[in-house]
């Protein structure tokens, strides 16, 4: 007897989908693995699209920094997917420096993140 996948029928936005070895794309695969019909947002979106492809997802792009990209990008993951029943949020950033060296507007950012 099979069994049907853990998310079959399940329709997810995964957002941070952007490197191919983070957080998010990993996310992304599991989902995929267990059934799910996935889209994912990034802000590189060349990466992102790439990655899209490679998982037959959606790419949608997506900067989290900005409401209204956000707000549009959700749209967009309900429209292509039918509907939306899982978000994950990945978003981050990887900054190669100490805190103590970032200045006002690097803290600044981070913070927002």
Same mark, same amino acid.
């Given at each position: !007897? ?6 079959? +029928?399940?329709?997810?936005?995964? $957002?941070?989908?952007?490197?191919? /070895?983070?957080? =998010? *794309? &990993? #996310? ?11 889209? #994912?947002?990034?802000?590189? *979106? ?11 997802? &959606?790419? $949608?792009? !997506? /900067? *989290? @920094? /900005?409401?209204?990209? #956000?707000? +549009?990008? *959700? ?6 997917? =039918?509907?939306? /029943?899982? !978000?994950? +949020?990945?978003?981050? $950033? +990887? ?10 507007? =690097?803290?600044?950012? @981070?913070?927002?993140?």
């Amino acid at each position: !007897m099979t069994s049907t996948p853990r998310l079959a +029928n399940r329709k997810a936005l995964i $957002v941070g989908a952007t490197t191919p /070895d983070g957080i =998010g *794309v &990993t #996310i992304a695969r599991r989902y995929r693995a267990e059934g799910a019909s996935i889209a #994912i947002a990034g802000l590189e *979106v060349d990466e992102t699209a790439s990655i899209a492809a490679e998982l037959d997802a &959606t790419f $949608v792009p !997506m /900067d *989290v @920094l /900005d409401q209204a990209s #956000i707000e +549009n990008g *959700v749209a967009a993951a309900r429209e292509a997917l =039918g509907g939306l /029943d899982i !978000m994950a +949020n990945a978003a981050g $950033v +990887n900054r190669a420096c100490l805190i103590s060296e970032e200045d006002a507007e =690097g803290l600044t950012f @981070l913070a927002r993140l």
